[in-house]
Each structure stands twice: as C-alpha cells, then as structure tokens.
C-alpha cells in the first residue's frame, strides 16, 4: 500500500512539473521568433533578462512581488468560484484613494491611523465588488460586464474629487501627505541608497496564509470549491449558491483594497502621482500563472516583478524594447493555461484507461471463478 502511495505521489509531482516545463519550452521559442523576427539578438535579450539584478533591482523586484501577489490573490478568489472579476483595478484604485485621505487626515494617532486606513480600504474594495455580486444574483448580469464597467466609474469617480479637491502638486494633484508617524521606515537589506523593502509586504503574507486556510480548512472554502467544479451539485447539497457568489465577490474586492497599501505607507505617502495603475489587470495574468494557488500565485507575481525590473535597461544595452518583454509575460501565462489543460486530459485518460485495464482483469477473474465454480 505505501508503494501505492509513493507511487501515485511521484505521479502527482510529475504531473505538477510537467505543465511548467513544456509552457517555459514555449514560451521560450515563441519569445526568440518574435525577437528574431525584430531583427535583434537572442542571445543579448536573454544575457539582460537573467543577469543578476543589482541590490537596488532586488528591492524593486520584493516590493512589485508583494503588489502583485495581492492583485492576483483577489483575482484567484473569484476564479476558485468561478467568477470573473475583472474590476479589481477599479476596487483598489478607489480602495487606495479613499485610504490615502482618511490616513491623511490623521484622525487617530500614529500607527492606529495605518491600522483604521487598512480596514477602510478593505471595506470600500468590498463593497465595490460586492455590487458586481449583488446584480449577478438579483439581476442576472454578467460580473464581467458589471465589473469592466465598475472599473470605469471607480477610475472616473477618483480622478474627479482628486481634480475638484485634492491639493495642487506641480502639474497634478495629490491627497493630503501622510504625517511621518503614520509612515513605515521599511527594511534596508543593502546600503539606504538602494532603497527599502516595505514593512506592509507583511500584508501579503498575511493574506495568503489566511486565504489559503480559509478556501483549504473551511466549511466556507469548500462550499466555494464544490459551487466553482459543479454548481447543481453544490446546490443539491445545499449551499445557498448566490450567498456565496455575493460573499466571494465581496472578499475578493476587500483582498483588492489592499493592493497599493504597502506602497502608500512606506513611499509614497499619498495618493496622487505615484500611484501605480494596471495592477489589478496584471495580478489577472499573475493568478493564471499561478493556477489560482497562494504558491503558485508567490513564483508567478516573483517571475512578473523580476520581468518588469530586467526590461528597463533592455533599450539602453541592446537595443531591444521592453514591450517584447510584455509579449513574453503575455505568452508564459497562454502556454502555462494551455499546457496544464493538455497535461489534465492527459492524465484523465491514463488513469481512465488504467481503470478500465483494472475492471476488464476483474470481469475476467470473476468469469474464470464462475466457470471453475459451475466445473465443479
């Protein structure tokens, strides 16, 4: 029996690496005809893109790492249901602006101030998504539709108050600065000059550990897996299938309203041009990347940030332009999606065809027995 297990176990790990392998393969060849095919080197874009980063690459590569791993953490909540949420670079967005002004008021002190700032945004990036949720279960609209056009309002709404009452900043406006005492210095793992990675990275751990426990330990969790494999079957055993859809729209949104956080409390200190857009459209590629797993979810948003970072010096050292590195992030989440499919079918007809060999051996055992029975 323990050779069994082994046995299953090396398949299930072989299994697990083998979609990764052939989609690096891939994404690899398709990356060197398009380069090829723009007249530049191979062999210069992969020397740039797996140099060592510098100390200051590295900080930049841990702090984009925690940025994304929250968008795709939202995003993968609705995906285990599912659902499609697409608006949650509308929910952090607004999550972020409306944060940056309640911390910039410093209503309460210090580091309360950051604590109040984080429930806030996780309640308003909650409730956003929640009305893609409430008009899919009242209303039978799409989510994708609901939160595409969610996204425009968000961003529409926060450009509008920022313009009509934000303070003037150079050619921008901006929130009101956040006092130091509601700022984090971060952690300097280099010399201060290569900058600090932030001390709200936490948020990331925290959050994966509490959803992957949530999803994998729960009730809740596995109300939400069975309503995301087979919805009549998960409402045949009773779970209130537009209940949950409501709620994992919400939770989705309130992980969303994270997102930009670490950034705000340990740089930025309000919300106005530094703010980085097209993370909520990024962690969706990230999330796939990462077959919606936190695991899987942490490399993908690590490959993504380490992407990013490598691209800037590629037009000033070869010639080549970044946007092939975005062609290669785009094909590595295609053939990651495409190759664990083909590797799924695959493996359902091995196991199909081993049963199948199982039950013949068995009939014929059976008839062997029946006739030696009537022999007798």
């Known amino acids: 029996m323990n050779n069994m297990a082994a046995a299953a176990w090396s398949r299930k ?3 697990a690496l083998l979609a990764p392998l052939i989609a690096l393969l891939v994404a690899m060849v398709v990356t060197s005809l398009v380069i090829m095919l723009a007249g530049a080197s191979v062999g210069d874009f992969l020397s740039v893109l797996l140099r060592a980063p510098s100390n200051r690459n590295w900080v930049n590569i841990a702090n984009q790492s925690v940025l994304l791993f929250l968008s795709a953490l939202a995003a993968s909540i609705g995906f285990r249901m599912n659902l499609f949420n697409i608006g949650v670079e509308g929910q952090y967005t607004l999550a972020s602006y409306v944060a940056a002004l309640v911390a910039g008021l410093a209503i309460f002190p210090g580091k309360l101030n950051i604590l109040v700032a984080i429930v806030i945004a996780m309640v308003v990036g909650g409730i956003w998504a ?24 968000a961003i529409t709404m926060v450009g509008y108050l920022l313009n009509t009452y934000g303070q003037q900043y150079g050619q921008g406006r901006r929130t009101k600065p956040l006092s130091a005492d509601s700022m984090f210095v971060g952690w300097v793992p280099f010399d201060a000059r290569d900058g600090a990675i932030w001390t709200l990275g936490l948020l990331a751990v925290l959050a994966g550990v509490g959803i992957s426990f949530l999803i994998n330990r729960t009730r809740f969790g596995f109300d939400l897996r069975a309503t995301g494999m087979n919805e009549a079957a998960a409402v045949a055993s009773g779970v209130k299938v537009k209940q949950m859809v409501v709620i ?8 969303a309203g994270l ?4 950034a705000l409390f340990n740089g930025a200190a309000y919300y106005g041009p530094p703010f980085q857009r097209g993370l909520g459209f990024a962690g969706i590629a990230v999330a796939l990347l990462g077959r919606n797993r936190p695991i899987g979810i942490a490399f993908g948003a690590v ?17 080549i332009s970044p946007s092939v590195v975005q062609i290669t992030q785009g094909v590595v989440v295609l053939a990651v999606v495409v190759a664990y499919e083909v590797v799924r079918r695959w493996a359902t007809a091995r196991e199909q065809k081993a049963l199948r060999a199982t039950l013949d051996k068995a009939a014929a055992a059976s008839t062997d027995n029946d006739a030696k029975a009537v022999a007798s």
């Open 303 to 319: 490959l993504f940030a380490w992407l990013n970072e490598q691209a800037n010096p590629l037009g000033l050292l070869v010639g």
């Open 13 to 15: 790990i072989g299994q």
């Open 259 to 262: 997102i930009w956080l670490p």
């Open 130 to 153: 929640g009305i893609a949720g409430v008009l899919k279960v009242t209303r039978g609209v799409s989510e994708v539709i609901s939160t595409i056009m969610l996204n425009a309002i």
């Open 248 to 255: 994992s729209m919400v939770l989705s949104g309130a992980i």
